[in-house]
């Protein structure tokens, strides 16, 4: 593999660049917020508390995720890498009947990661 073609690690990645990884997170959230028809107020709070959240999953490493359940008390979120814990918050609200979706912020540093070394090739063979 040649050093044009081979990306840093995903996390060293959102590191340097996490306020990106972090908008670009913020961007996929809207867009499901938005499809699930959150009420302003429920949104909002959703999206405030997001950044930090998303930070935690690229602390905690590549496979963690960020994950929400939509139930009667609202929004609720959950930050882990663990199958169990992911497969508890997702039964309860399966169990509820309770709109889920969630993302993995490593996964989208580690495409930031290609992005930005597919960039910078482009930047060097100009």
């Known amino acids: 593999m040649n ?4 990306t840093q690690n995903p996390i060293a990645t959102a590191q340097l660049g996490r306020a990106h990884v972090v908008a670009a997170c913020l961007a996929v959230l809207t867009r499901e917020v938005h499809g699930a028809g959150l009420e302003k107020h429920d949104a909002l709070d959703l999206l405030r508390d997001a950044p930090d959240k998303i930070d935690a999953a690229l602390t905690r490493g590549p496979g ?9 008390r609202g929004a ?33 540093a580690e495409l930031a990661a290609h992005i930005e070394a597919g960039a910078a090739s482009l930047k060097k063979d100009a």
Do not use: M, N
């Open 76 to 108: 609720r979120g959950v930050v882990s890498d663990s199958e169990s814990r992911l497969g508890h918050f997702t039964a309860a609200a399966e169990q509820e009947g309770a709109p889920l979706f969630g993302f993995c912020p490593g996964a989208i």
């Open 3 to 6: 050093s044009k073609t081979t």
């Open 64 to 72: 963690a995720l960020v994950v929400y359940r939509l139930d009667r």
